[in-house]
């Protein structure tokens, strides 16, 4: 089965600086897809960013990059020039399974806290 | 357009009550998701539906009743719910399985509904 690790709970930044969020994996899949998603204090789960395993470029989205380094099993989210509004709770996930019986597995998650 | 859409926003209900939850999305997605969230927690997958028929229900009590009336709608019947109950629920569609093909299975949230059993 697979899994996600996030191992920072939380992270503090000033404000324009860059952020990494981590997020390693772990699959004896060949083929997988991984996502980054943003939850406010609003509760709302918003797509930020998706990864394929196959995709020879690293994903960008705006301020949003992902350091996708498929031997170490890992893809860290980059939000470059950090805001306020990127105060928020992110997680990563992973899909499992196919077609109709597809999931998401996701990290514990990152709170991240953009300071003034 | 990415949006799915919640109703209530915020439900309170009782132990004997029967309450619905509604989630809509007109995007074509063939796959549509109920996930439950407490606070600081990821969220734990409940149901999936996929072409309107389920595909998964992750052992979910019985006071938790999904239907899938058309492609474009989900509800999830609540009765009899205990305060352990007290969650978010998320609704979630999926892009792969769609009418038009393509997409990257990318799974697009609604809002969620706070829902309080007291």
């Known amino acids: 089965a697979q899994k996600i690790t996030q191992t920072q709970p939380g992270m503090f930044v000033q404000e324009k600086e860059a952020v990494t969020l981590d997020c390693t994996y772990d699959t004896s899949d060949q083929s997988y897809g991984l996502f980054w998603y943003k939850q406010p204090s609003s509760g709302e789960m918003i797509f930020l960013i998706y990864?394929?395993?196959?995709?020879?470029q690293n994903a960008t989205e705006g301020r949003y990059s992902l350091n996708f380094q498929k031997a170490r099993k890992s893809a860290n989210l980059v939000i470059s020039a950090s805001q306020l509004g990127d105060s928020a709770m992110y997680f990563c996930a992973m899909r499992e399974g196919y077609q109709g019986a597809q999931k998401l597995v996701f990290g514990q998650g990152t709170r991240l806290t953009i300071n003034p | 357009d990415t949006e799915v859409t919640q109703t209530p926003k915020h439900l309170v209900m009782g132990m004997t009550n029967k309450k619905s939850l509604k989630c809509e999305q007109h995007m074509g997605h063939r796959a549509m998701y109920w996930y439950k969230q407490k606070a600081k927690k990821p969220p734990e997958l409940m149901f999936v539906?996929?072409?309107?028929?389920?595909?998964i229900n992750e052992s979910v009590p019985s006071r938790f009743s999904p239907e899938c009336p058309n492609s474009s709608l989900l509800n999830l019947h609540l009765h009899a719910l205990q305060p352990e109950d007290s969650a978010l629920y998320l609704c979630?569609?999926?892009?792969?399985?769609?009418?038009?093909?393509?997409?990257?299975?990318?799974?697009?949230f609604g809002p969620g509904t706070r829902l309080t059993v007291l």
């Open positions: 979630a569609s999926r892009d792969r399985l769609a009418r038009i093909p393509g997409g990257t299975d990318t799974q697009y």
């Open positions: 539906y996929s072409y309107e028929k389920l595909s």
């Open positions: 990864q394929g395993s196959y995709d020879e």
